[in-house]
C-alpha cells in the first residue's frame, strides 16, 4: 500500500512496492495540516465557464486561476489540470495555473526578494474584458509589498488560450526583474489510482528549453490523441525549467512535482543556483519608471505525439531537427535542420570552440542544413539568431567515441570498482561493486542494503554493465577479473541452489545483522533502523524476480564468448553457459512468481536467449521457456495497460511487455505499449530530454543525492529504446521512431565521464546539472546499449541519406558508411528492410548501391587473428524474407553466415527470382 510519501520539504526513503497503485489506506499527514488553514482559493465563489474551438475551461471568481481545463472532444472526466485535487489544494503556498513569481530589486541593490500569487492569496480585483480578452485581474492585493503593479489577462488568440501578464513600474525608481517563473501545474499526480485511471486521467510532461523556440508538451500517458502544448506567445523566452519544490502537494513516486516556465532566472542563478553553469544564459530586465513589460504564453494543440512539430512550425516557431541526435560523439560528424520563416542570422557556440557548423552546400527545400562537429569533452549550446529577434538554443553533450566510451568504461568498472577482500564476511569478494565518484571510494556498506549487496539494480548495476562490455568490446584482462566474479561470487553465491535444480537470485549479500558478525563490521556513522537496512533473511529472499535478468545476461555474455570467441572463455562450453542462462530464466518464473507477472528491466534478454536456444537446437529447453513466456504474455493481454511492477506506474515493464507481445502476435498490445512509451519518451533538441525515458524516484532506489526529480538518461531511456527501435524497423518510414531509439540507446554512453565513470543519472533540477555521484542502476541502461546499439541508415523524405551512429558519404556508386558504435556489430539498411548482426567481427563500412540493391561490408582487421577467430554473420530481413544471401559464402543450418579468417569484404546480393 502507498503508506510513505514525502513532501517537497522532508525526504523520506520509500519501501518497494508489490502492488499496482491501490487507494492509499491512510492520509498523507501534509492533507490533516493543509485542512487546519484556512481556504484562501475561494470555491464557494465559483467559476466562469468559457469554450474556444479546442478547448474548454472553467476561471475561478476569486482568484481568476484555472479551475479546470479540458479538450473540447473529451470525456469531461480527463483535465490538464489536478482538477480532482481543487478542494485539497485551495490553501496558500499551492499553485495554480495563472499564478505568477518573481524576484525583483532596484537596480541600486543587491538583494532579491521574493513575490508570489500563491504565498498569500487574496481575491483578485476583476478588470473589464472585451474583445478578445476573456477575463482580466489586478494582482496587486495577492503580492502585498510589491513595488511594482501586475495585471493578468487571459486572451483569445485564434483558437488558442493565451495567458498574459503585464508589469507596470509606477514607480519613481528602476527596478530589475531577476527571476520571473509562469507555472505550469498539469495532472501530473497519480496518488490513488490504478493503472487504468491513470492511463484514462493523467498526463507526464515535458520541457525543450530552447528560449523562443521553446515549448513544453503536455502528453495522455497512454500516448494517444491530442498533444497540449506550452508557447512562447509574447517576450516569454524559455529560459529555465525549475521545480515548484515548495508547493506543499506531497511529491512521491506517484507524484514528480510541478514546475514553472522561467523566462527571466539571474535572481536563481546568484543564489540557489549559484556555481551551476545553467542550460541558457540567466537574464534579467530593467523595468524603468512609466514602463511596462508584457509576457505572455499560449496554449496550443498538436493533433498527435507525431504532429508536435509540424504544429510548431504552423505557429512560427523555429524548428530544430538533429541527424542522428544531440549526444555527439567526437568522430561523427552530425547534421542539423532548421526550419523557420525567418533568415538565419548568427549562431555561436558556446563553450567557444566547443562545436564546428558548416553550412551545407544545398538546402533541402524548407530547410537549412548544417554539419555539426564536436571539438571538445562535454556540454555544448548552439544559439541560433534570426533576422525577427527570435532566439532558439539547441542542446548538445559531446562525448568520446561509442568505442573509446565504452573502453573507457570497462576499464573504470574492472580497476576502480574491482572489489578484492578475501575477509569480507558477506562473501562479496571478488567483484565490480558500486563505486562513489565524489569521494572516490567504493561503497562497501550503505543503509540501502542493495547498494553494497551486488544484487538489485543499484547493486548489481556496476557488474552487469562489466558483463555487458565484453559483448561490446571483449577485453583478456578484464574477462580474467570476471571469470573469477563469475565463479566464486555470482555463480553459487549471488545465485545459488535452493532446492533440485531450482536457482534463486538473492536480493542482497550485504545485510544489517550486528549481532551475527564481529564487533567493527558496521561503520556507527551509518544509519541502519531503516527499513532498507535488510536482516540476512530478507537479504536471501529469491522472490524479486527483476534480479534474474542481470544473472541471466551475465551466463548469456559467457555463451556468447565461449560460442563464438573461444580463446576468451574456455573454462566451460558454450552449452553449460547457455543452459545457465535458460536455467536462470526459468528460475524467474518459477522461485519469483509474483514479481515475474510483471515485465523485467532487461526482460528482453530472455527473447534473446530463447533465439538462441532455438538457433543451437535445444528443442527442449526453447519450448519450456516460449510456454512460460507466452503464459505471461497472455496475462498482459488481459489488461488494459499491462505496465505494472513493484511501483504503482513504471517505465520499467515496456521493454519485455512489447517484445513478447510482438513475438507472440499479440499486436494490439504491442501498440498500446508503444503508445505508451511515446508519452515519456520525447524528441526534443536537447541531449538531456531528446529519447529519455521518463523516471523521477529512481535516485531514491539507485542514486546518491537522492529526491523525487526528472532523471535524465536513467536506465530507462535504452532499455525504453529496444523496443522502440524493433517497431521502427517494422515501420522504416516512421522517422520519429528512429530519432527517439537510437536517442534512447546512445543516451547510455551521455553521462559517462572522461575517466569512465558511469551515475545512474544527470539531475535535471537547475539548482545541481550534474551527473549522480555513484554508479547506481547505470548497468541495466549499459544492457540496453550493448545488446541493441547500431547504425541505422535511411534515406530520409526530406533530407536525403543519413546515417545514425555512423559517418555517411555518396558518390554515383550510391552510399559509404563508416560504422562507429561501440561494436560495429550491428547494422540496418532501412530502404532493404535489412538487419545485419555478427556475433564476432567487427564490421567498418557497409556500401550500398541503391540501383543494383548491392551491398558490400567491409571487416575491420582483428587484433586477435592470430587465434583464428571468424567473423559470425546474421541476416535478418522484415516478415522473414530472405532475399539476400553472401556472395560465395553458404548460410549455415543455424542462419549464421561463417565469415573465414582474414576476409576482408563480402558482397550481399538479392538471390535471384526475389
Request: hydrophobic share 35%.
Amino acid at each position: 500500500m502507498l503508506t510513505k510519501l514525502y513532501s517537497a520539504t522532508t525526504i523520506l526513503l520509500l519501501p518497494l512496492f508489490s502492488i499496482s497503485v491501490q487507494a492509499q489506506e491512510n492520509e498523507h499527514p501534509v492533507w490533516k495540516k493543509v485542512r487546519q488553514q484556512p481556504q484562501t482559493l475561494h470555491l464557494d465563489l465559483g467559476e466562469k465557464q468559457f469554450a474556444l474551438p479546442q478547448l474548454k475551461f472553467s476561471i475561478l471568481n476569486a482568484s481568476q486561476t484555472i479551475a479546470s481545463l479540458q479538450p473540447q472532444n473529451g470525456d469531461n472526466v480527463f483535465d490538464y489540470t489536478p482538477k480532482n485535487f481543487l478542494s485539497k489544494r485551495d490553501r496558500n503556498h499551492f499553485y495554480h495555473l495563472g499564478d505568477i513569481n518573481l524576484r525583483i530589486r532596484k537596480d541600486s541593490e543587491t538583494a532579491w526578494k521574493d513575490y508570489s500569487t500563491a504565498s498569500d492569496r487574496k481575491d483578485v480585483k476583476a478588470l473589464p474584458t472585451g474583445k478578445d480578452v476573456l477575463a482580466s485581474a489586478d494582482l496587486s492585493a495577492s503580492l502585498q509589498g510589491i513595488p511594482l503593479h501586475v495585471e493578468r489577462s487571459w486572451k483569445q488568440k485564434g483558437d488558442d488560450l493565451v495567458l498574459q501578464f503585464t508589469i507596470e513600474n509606477k514607480t519613481d525608481q528602476t527596478y530589475e526583474i531577476g527571476s520571473l517563473g509562469i507555472p505550469l501545474p498539469f495532472n501530473n499526480n497519480l496518488d490513488g489510482k490504478n493503472l487504468d485511471e491513470a492511463h484514462a486521467h493523467n498526463v507526464f510532461f515535458d520541457p525543450y528549453i530552447g528560449l523562443d523556440a521553446g515549448y513544453v508538451q503536455v502528453n495522455h500517458l497512454h500516448g494517444r490523441g491530442n498533444s497540449l502544448l506550452v508557447l512562447p506567445e509574447e517576450n516569454a523566452s524559455f529560459e529555465a525549467y525549475n521545480p515548484l519544490n515548495d508547493d506543499p502537494t506531497p511529491r512521491s513516486i506517484t507524484f514528480e512535482g510541478f514546475h514553472e516556465w522561467m523566462i527571466h532566472s539571474k535572481a536563481h542563478a546568484e543564489t540557489d543556483w549559484k556555481g551551476v553553469d545553467q542550460w541558457n544564459k540567466p537574464t534579467s530586465t530593467l523595468l524603468k519608471p512609466s514602463e511596462k513589460k508584457t509576457v505572455a504564453l499560449r496554449f496550443a494543440f498538436a493533433p498527435s505525439i507525431r504532429e508536435i512539430e509540424n504544429t510548431l512550425v504552423k505557429n512560427d516557431r523555429p524548428l530544430a531537427i538533429g541527424a542522428s541526435g544531440y549526444v555527439l560523439p567526437i568522430n561523427n560528424t552530425a547534421k542539423l535542420f532548421i526550419q523557420h520563416q525567418s533568415p538565419i542570422k548568427d549562431i555561436t557556440v558556446y563553450p567557444a570552440h566547443a562545436l564546428s557548423v558548416s553550412k551545407k552546400k544545398t538546402d533541402h527545400g524548407k530547410w537549412k542544413g548544417y554539419e555539426i562537429k564536436g571539438n571538445q569533452w562535454g556540454r555544448a549550446r548552439l544559439t541560433i539568431t534570426y533576422a525577427d529577434g527570435k532566439q532558439q538554443s539547441v542542446h548538445y553533450k559531446v562525448i568520446k567515441s561509442e568505442k573509446d566510451v565504452v573502453n573507457d568504461l570497462g576499464n573504470f568498472l574492472t580497476t576502480k570498482q574491482w572489489f578484492e577482500d578475501d575477509k569480507d564476511p558477506f562473501k562479496r569478494s571478488p567483484s565490480v561493486i558500486t563505486y562513489d565518484n565524489e569521494e572516490k571510494r567504493q561503497v562497501t556498506e550503505e543503509q540501502r542494503a542493495w547498494y553494497a549487496g551486488l544484487s538489485d539494480e543499484a547493486g548489481a548495476g556496476s557488474w552487469l554493465a562489466a558483463m555487458m562490455k565484453q559483448v561490446v568490446q571483449p577485453n583478456a584482462e578484464e574477462l580474467a577479473k570476471l571469470k573469477r566474479f563469475m565463479n566464486e561470487t555470482l555463480y553459487g553465491n549471488i545465485q545459488h541452489r535452493s532446492g533440485k535444480n531450482k536457482y534463486g537470485v538473492v536480493k542482497s549479500l550485504f545485510y544489517y545483522e550486528p549481532d551475527s558478525l564481529p564487533a567493527g563490521t558496521y561503520s556507527d556513522s551509518i544509519n541502519y533502523t531503516t527499513w532498507s537496512a535488510w536482516p540476512k533473511k530478507e537479504a536471501d529472499n529469491v522472490g524479486r524476480s527483476y534480479n534474474y535478468p542481470h544473472v541471466a545476461a551475465a551466463h548469456w555474455v559467457f555463451y556468447r564468448l565461449a560460442r563464438y570467441q573461444p580463446h576468451l572463455v574456455a573454462e566451460e562450453s558454450w552449452d553449460t553457459y547457455l543452459d545457465r542462462a535458460y536455467e536462470t530464466s526459468v528460475a524467474m518464473v518459477e522461485q519469483a512468481p509474483h514479481y515475474a507477472q510483471f515485465g523485467q528491466m532487461e526482460g528482453s534478454i530472455f527473447l534473446i536467449i530463447l533465439n538462441d536456444l532455438q538457433r543451437e537446437g535445444k528443442t527442449a529447453e526453447a519450448s519450456k521457456l516460449e510456454d512460460l513466456m507466452q503464459k505471461r504474455a497472455q496475462h498482459w493481454r488481459t489488461l488494459n495497460y499491462p505496465f505494472g511492477s513493484e511501483m504503482p506506474w513504471d517505465s520499467t515493464g515496456q521493454e519485455e511487455v512489447y517484445m513478447w507481445s510482438d513475438y507472440f502476435g499479440f499486436d494490439d498490445k504491442a501498440t498500446v505499449t508503444l503508445n505508451a512509451i511515446l508519452a515519456y519518451m520525447p524528441a526534443i533538441p536537447h541531449w538531456g530530454y531528446n529519447g529519455s525515458a521518463r523516471r523521477y524516484w529512481d535516485f531514491i532506489y539507485g542514486g546518491k543525492l537522492s529526491r523525487v526529480e526528472r532523471q535524465l538518461h536513467h536506465y530507462g531511456s535504452a532499455l525504453n529504446a529496444i523496443p522502440v527501435l524493433s517497431a521502427y524497423r517494422k515501420n522504416p518510414e516512421d522517422y520519429h521512431l528512429l530519432r527517439i531509439g537510437h536517442a534512447g540507446i546512445i543516451g547510455a554512453l551521455a553521462n559517462v565521464t572522461e575517466e569512465g565513470f558511469a551515475p545512474g543519472a544527470f539531475h535535471s533540477y537547475p539548482s545541481t546539472l550534474a551527473n549522480d555521484g555513484i554508479t547506481g542502476d547505470y548497468g541495466s541502461g549499459f544492457y540496453g546499449y550493448a545488446s541493441h546499439a547500431g547504425t541505422y541508415i535511411v534515406q530520409h523524405p526530406e533530407f536525403g541519406w543519413l546515417a545514425f551512429s555512423g559517418n555517411l558519404s555518396e558518390n554515383k556508386n550510391g552510399v559509404q558508411v563508416e560504422i562507429t558504435t561501440a561494436s560495429r556489430s550491428r547494422v540496418y539498411l532501412a530502404p532493404e528492410q535489412l538487419l545485419i548482426q555478427t556475433t564476432s567481427g567487427e564490421i567498418q563500412q557497409l556500401n550500398y548501391n541503391p540501383k543494383n540493391k548491392e551491398i558490400i561490408l567491409t571487416f575491420t582487421e582483428q587484433s586477435d587473428n592470430k587465434q583464428n577467430v571468424s567473423a559470425h554473420l546474421l541476416l535478418e530481413e522484415n516478415n522473414g524474407t530472405e532475399r539476400y544471401s553472401i556472395e560465395g559464402i553458404e548460410r549455415g543450418e543455424n542462419g549464421i553466415y561463417v565469415i573465414p579468417n582474414g576476409t576482408k569484404q563480402v558482397k550481399l546480393r538479392q538471390q535471384s527470382g526475389r
